[in-house]
C-alpha cells in the first residue's frame, strides 16, 4: 500500500506539491510505469491512497481522483482542526499499514509529519527523494548540491519528495472512496500546537516554491530602487522574484524572498539570474531549477559558468531590452 499525506490550500484546493507528490507515488506502483525499489517489503499494488487533515472539500476530492487516488483518509477531529505536529503525525500513523510506503511532499510541514511518523512506527526515512527505481532511490543532499543513492530495508518506508521531482500528471478519473473514523487524540500529543495564525503577505514564500518562472536578482541591481525591471519581467513571466542572501542582508527586499541554503529551495523551469554571482549557498537554493539563465558583467562569475545560457551585459539594460520586446511582441 502507498499512502501519500496530501496537503490543501486556503481555498480547499490540492496543492501543487501534493499533486507532485501523488503522481511519483503513482510511479512506485506496478502499473505506474516505473520500477519499484522496495525489495524487502515487497511489490506494491493497486492505487496510492491519500491522508487529508481536516476539511476536505469536494473540489479536493474530484482532483485526488483525477490524480488516480483510489482511497481518501478523511481525518477530522477537534483537536485536528489546528496543526499539531505530534498529534498530526500519529493520526496518520493510525491508518496507515505496517507494510508500504508513506509519503509526502518535501514541504515543512510534509517533512515534519514525515519525521515524527518514522520515529513513532521505527521505520526507514529518506528525505528530499527525487527518483526511485530498480537500483534504489535517489534523493537530494547537501543542500541539493550532490545526490545520494540508497535502498531502506524494513516493510515500511517513509520518504518526503523534493519539490518538482516530477510534473502532476492526472490519469483516468476515478471517484475515491473516502473513509472517516472516529480518533481519539492524546492530550500528550497536543502540548505542541498552532495556536493561532497570522498571515502575512511579505513573509508568504509559497508563490516563490511553486512558480514554474523565477527571476532572480543579487547584488548587481545597485540598490533598494533597483528593482524596477526585475519586477516588470516577473510580471511579464507571470512567475515570482527571488533574492540572493546579500539582498535580503542588506534590507533591500524581505528574507521570504530569499533563495539558496537559508532560503528557500526551488525548482522552476526557468531561473533567470540578474546580477547574481552564484555562490554556493546561493547555487544550492536552485539546483532542482530545469534551465538556467545568467545576466551579468562577469563572464567568469559561477552563474554564469553554471548558466545554459548567459548574456554578458549590464542587467538594467539587459532586462530592460528584453521587457521591451514582450511588451512588442505581444502587441
Not at 515543512?108 to 515524527?116: F, K, Q
Not at 546579500?246 to 546580477?275: F, K, M, N
Not at 547555487?283 to 548558466?307: F, H, S, W, Y
Amino acid at each position: 500500500m502507498t499512502i501519500v499525506f496530501v496537503e490543501t490550500d486556503a481555498a480547499g484546493q490540492v496543492t501543487l506539491t501534493s499533486a507532485e507528490a501523488i503522481t511519483f507515488a503513482r510511479q512506485l506502483l506496478p502499473d505506474g510505469g516505473a520500477a519499484t525499489s522496495r525489495e524487502v517489503s515487497g511489490p506494491p499494488s493497486g492505487s496510492p491512497e491519500a491522508v487529508v487533515i481536516g476539511e476536505l472539500s469536494d473540489a479536493a476530492v474530484e482532483e485526488l481522483g483525477r490524480l488516480g487516488v483510489s482511497i481518501i483518509h478523511h481525518l477530522e477531529h477537534p483537536d485536528l482542526a489546528e496543526y499539531s505536529a505530534a498529534a498530526w503525525a500519529q493520526a496518520i500513523v493510525d491508518v496507515t499499514p505496517e507494510a508500504g510506503t508513506l509519503l509526502a511532499s518535501g514541504t515543512p510541514r510534509g517533512m515534519e509529519l514525515m519525521a515524527h511518523a518514522a520515529v513513532r512506527t521505527g521505520a526507514r526515512m529518506a528525505a528530499n527523494v527525487v527518483a526511485a527505481d530498480e537500483e534504489g532511490l535517489l534523493r537530494q543532499v547537501h543542500g541539493g548540491t550532490a545526490f545520494e543513492r540508497l535502498s531502506l530495508d524494513g516493510d515500511l518506508q517513509v520518504l518526503t519528495i523534493a519539490g518538482h521531482a516530477c510534473t502532476p500528471e492526472e490519469t483516468t478519473p476515478i471517484t475515491p472512496e473516502i473513509i472517516a473514523y472516529d480518533l481519539t487524540v492524546a492530550e500528550a500529543d497536543l502540548a505542541t500546537r498552532v495556536q493561532r495564525t497570522e498571515v502575512e503577505a511579505a513573509d508568504d514564500a509559497s508563490g516563490l516554491t511553486s512558480a514554474r518562472a523565477v527571476v532572480g536578482a543579487g547584488r548587481g541591481v545597485g540598490s533598494e530602487n533597483g528593482f524596477a525591471e526585475v519586477l516588470e519581467l516577473v510580471d511579464h513571466l507571470g512567475g515570482a522574484l527571488g533574492v540572493s542572501r546579500v539582498v535580503t542582508g542588506l534590507g533591500w527586499r524581505p528574507h521570504a524572498e530569499q533563495v539558496g541554503q537559508t532560503g528557500s529551495r526551488i525548482s522552476p523551469d526557468v531561473y533567470i539570474a540578474c546580477g547574481i554571482s552564484g555562490a554556493i549557498q546561493h547555487m544550492a537554493g536552485i539546483e532542482g531549477a530545469k534551465t538556467l539563465v545568467a545576466i551579468n558583467t562577469d563572464e567568469e562569475a559561477t552563474m554564469v559558468q553554471r548558466a545554459d545560457y548567459a548574456i554578458i551585459g549590464d542587467l538594467h539594460e539587459v532586462v530592460g531590452a528584453v521587457n521591451e520586446e514582450i511588451v512588442r511582441r505581444r502587441g
